[in-house]
């Protein structure tokens, strides 16, 4: 049997605060054993980096980001973006003069919307995100996670790796509706 190729991506910026978790999460899941097929990487704000690595090497991504959707700090969600941005459809079309990359930047969004369009063909993605504090924009940079988003890293590495060994069994499947939960406590399941 072979197993699908699965690309943790961890994405955030260290110096602005709840933004830096899934390179957080990425530190923690850095010495934890993964099955054959499962890399983890910390792509930071590269989004060029992420685009190349989600068209030659996985079948799934599970993407690992702050996602602010109005729930209380240190909430997880599982979210799956819509189909197309995920695959090379039409729509996945960028304005012109709108560069779809930023080489010292990362928007997730466009990030897949440029795998699409270069015809990269991922089964699956899932995004784990967590929501952030508010960003304090009087401040430079905040170099430290929230004690909320801080306290959501543990529960985040396992639900990832609750989500890899689903995929991996072939036992995941997409949610009926967005209020469907993947697991008790302060996780909701939606759709982007």
């Known amino acids: 049997m072979m197993h ?3 690309l943790i991506a961890c994405i955030g910026n260290i110096f602005l605060g709840d933004d830096a978790f899934g390179v957080e999460v990425a530190r923690k899941l850095a010495g934890r054993p993964m099955p054959q097929g499962v890399r983890v990487v910390d792509f930071g704000i590269r ?4 685009t190349y690595a989600l068209l030659e090497d996985c079948d799934v991504a599970i993407l690992v980001d702050a996602a602010p959707r109005g729930q209380a700090p240190g909430t997880l ?4 973006p819509p189909p197309q941005i995920r695959r090379d459809s039409p729509s996945a079309q960028i304005a012109p003069g709108n560069p779809i990359i930023d080489a010292h930047g990362m928007d997730p969004a466009k990030v897949l919307q440029a795998v699409a369009m270069m015809g990269g063909g991922l089964r699956q993605v899932l995004v784990v995100g967590c929501e952030p504090m508010p960003f304090n ?3 430079d940079m905040q170099m430290a996670l929230s004690p909320q988003v801080a306290a959501a890293v543990p529960a985040a590495v396992e639900l990832i790796e609750s989500l890899v060994q689903k995929i991996v069994s072939g036992e995941y499947s997409p949610p009926l509706n967005s209020s469907e939960a993947l697991m008790k406590g302060d996780v909701t399941h939606g759709i982007a």
């Open 4 to 6: 699908p190729r699965i």
């Open 47 to 50: 989004g060029l980096d992420l």
């Open 77 to 80: 969600y599982v979210i799956e």
């Open 137 to 139: 924009s009087d401040e």
